[in-house]
């Protein structure tokens, strides 16, 4: 019970009741001006207006401002048990359908709008990862003697990785093969920050020059800092020149501290390098390449990878 506008509206804001019962003339404010503050409040309590007068017009504009019903006084109880719950229990049950609806057009809408999100973010990533593929190809371009090198170790890391799922039951699935598919072809990315000079040099390189050219797997991996959902292959590439005997850089990690794929790499990487011609020295024939992997097989390389890369070559599996 409220004595008056200010009052009813104080106690709706506070306990939010079903249902109003509101007189249109009231002090301090009157019913209209109420039922006006109530719709904005919230739509769900439901009101019904209760006047005294023939005021028609008054009657009118409080059903368009959403008012379920109107009563005259004096009026019955028996008015609430019969009429009011089945107009309001009505006007609930379309609230609730209109809220459903409302409801369904925005998931169907949201449901749109990620799938455009999606859409959009599925081509940033393949634009960001054509253009640094791109700026992949372009730095091989710069050495003759490099050329298609990340396209190799990219094919000789996927036999060595099949192998070892195939042969010691390892858990590599196609997320990892894929994953292993772009570290492959962007583990020298970072290259691109030394000088041609340095690339191209004739000559043995210096311990300045050569500090230089190791820095380039931290350079490689801060490239590709902008993709999040490339973190851990960030990891790899940073990592594919580390040794098992903690010898190699740039963290001087070892064994099973280097992560899976980077141990891979560091074969196929290893294997490409003394397989191709240098500026300092021409190419090292394969069945010599295969026995410095032996070798360094728990030294430099890790054992497994240097197994299944030495039985891939073995039962032909690595192109000529």
Do not use: C
């Not at 894929?178 to 041609?196: F, M, N, Q, T, Y």
């Not at 800092?225 to 490339?230: M, R, S, V, Y």
């Amino acid at each position: 019970m409220a004595n008056n506008g200010q009052s009813a509206l104080d106690i709706i804001k506070e306990h939010r009741p079903h249902l109003v019962f509101l007189d249109i003339r009231m002090p301090v404010m009157d019913g209209l001006t109420l039922l006006r503050k109530v719709r904005l409040l919230d739509t769900s309590i439901k009101v019904i207006m209760v006047t005294a007068f023939e005021d028609e017009k008054s009657v009118q504009e409080a059903m368009s401002l959403g008012a379920v019903d109107y009563i005259r006084k004096p009026f019955k109880l028996d008015y609430l048990e019969h009429e009011v719950i089945e107009k309001v229990n009505a006007r609930l049950f379309d609230d609730l359908r209109r809220e459903l609806d409302e409801k369904s057009r925005l998931i169907e809408q949201l449901a749109m709008e990620v799938e455009q999100v999606n859409t959009l973010n599925r081509k940033l990533k393949r634009n960001f990862y054509q253009t640094i593929l791109s700026l992949a190809t372009a730095l091989e371009t710069r050495d003759r003697y490099t050329h298609g090198h990340s396209e190799r170790v990219d094919l000789y890391s996927k036999i060595v990785a099949e192998d070892l799922r195939d042969k010691l039951s390892w858990e590599i699935d196609e997320v990892f093969l894929e994953a292993l598919h772009i570290e492959s072809r962007l583990h020298d990315i970072g290259k691109i920050a030394v000088p041609d000079v340095i690339l191209n040099k004739p000559d043995r390189l210096t311990e300045d020059e050569f500090a230089l050219i190791k820095i380039h797997p931290v350079r490689s991996a801060h490239i590709l800092a902008p993709l999040e959902d490339l973190k851990d292959s960030r990891e790899v590439i940073r990592h594919h020149h580390e040794r098992v005997d903690g010898k190699g850089y740039p963290s001087g990690l070892k064994k099973d501290d280097i992560p899976l794929r980077a141990r891979i790499l560091a074969v196929a990487d290893a294997f490409d390098a003394m397989t191709s011609d240098r500026p300092y020295r021409k190419s090292m024939p394969i069945e010599q390449a295969i026995a410095e992997l032996e070798k360094n097989k728990g030294i430099q390389f890790d054992e497994d990878v240097v197994d299944a890369f030495v039985f891939a070559y073995k039962k032909g599996k690595l192109p000529n």
